[in-house]
Antibody, heavy 122, light 106 residues
Framework: EVQLVESGGGLVQPGRSLRLSCAAS????????MHWVRQAPGKGLEWVSG????????GYADSVEGRFTISRDNAKNSLYLQMNSLRPEDTALYYC???????????????WGQGTLVTVSS | SYELTQPPSVSVSPGQTASITCSGD??????ACWYQQKPGQSPVLVIY???KRPSGIPERFSGSNSGNTATLTISGTQAMDEADYYC?????????FGGGTKLTVL
């Protein structure tokens, strides 16, 4: 069974940093691209960032470009999101999501974690 | 940047057919997919590549995509289908979601 477990969320002041982690199991992690998607309280889904299976390609939403960095450690079956210069509008539930197709990034998310909540407030 | 537009809400009676639309410039030239999200739960993929169903998704869920509009159709809608539905597409190496549609079964 595929499992994605996010961690690292919490309350942080504006301008500070936070690092999210996603532990994956139940599939061959290094075959698949991975993504972060967030959802502000009571709002819709927003794609944040994605990374190819071998870390050779990354992408970011305009809203986080230059502030957030996605990375992965295939030896540890883990995905990360380094978030710097956090803003109140970054407050959201952050989901880790697995890409549907192996070896290529399709931008289709067939499995999601339960999310980790990030609150940016003074 | 690319935008996808969905109606905020759709209502349907049990057993009837619900249709949820998603509009975007030349959306038919891209692949669309759909996610279902129930309160307090993570999203679930229900349709991908316009009209394919992942394993475990009931046959009553179907999709189409042409021109500027993708449509999610739920035939014989059941109370358990009440949820938020999001369309999504891939544009210029960025993933775009629609704003979501709340489906009410009443």
């Amino acid at each position: 069974e595929v499992q994605l477990v996010e961690s690292g969320g919490g309350l942080v002041q504006p301008g500070r940093s936070l690092r999210l982690s996603c532990a994956a199991s139940g599939f061959t992690f290094d075959d698949y691209a991975m993504h972060w998607v967030r959802q502000a309280p009571g709002k819709g889904l927003e794609w944040v960032s994605g990374i190819s299976w071998n870390s050779g390609s990354t992408g970011y939403a305009d809203s986080v470009e230059g502030r957030f960095t996605i990375s992965r450690d295939n030896a540890k079956n883990s995905l990360y999101l380094q978030m710097n210069s956090l803003r109140p509008e970054d407050t959201a539930l952050y989901y880790c999501a697995k890409d549907l197709q192996p070896d290529d990034s399709s931008g289709i998310f067939d499995c999601w974690g339960q999310g980790t909540l990030v609150t940016v407030s003074s | 940047s690319y935008e996808l537009t969905q109606p905020p809400s759709v209502s349907v009676s049990p057993g009837q057919t619900a249709s949820i639309t998603c509009s975007g410039d030349k959306l038919g030239d891209k692949y669309a997919c759909w996610y279902q999200q129930k309160p307090g739960q993570s999203p679930v993929l229900v349709i991908y590549q316009d009209n394919k169903r992942p394993s475990g998704i009931p046959e009553r869920f179907s999709g189409s995509n042409s021109g500027n509009t993708a449509t999610l159709t739920i035939s014989g809608t059941q109370a358990m289908d009440e949820a938020d539905y999001y369309c999504q597409a891939w544009d210029s190496s960025a993933v775009v979601f629609g704003g979501g549609t709340k489906l009410t079964v009443l």
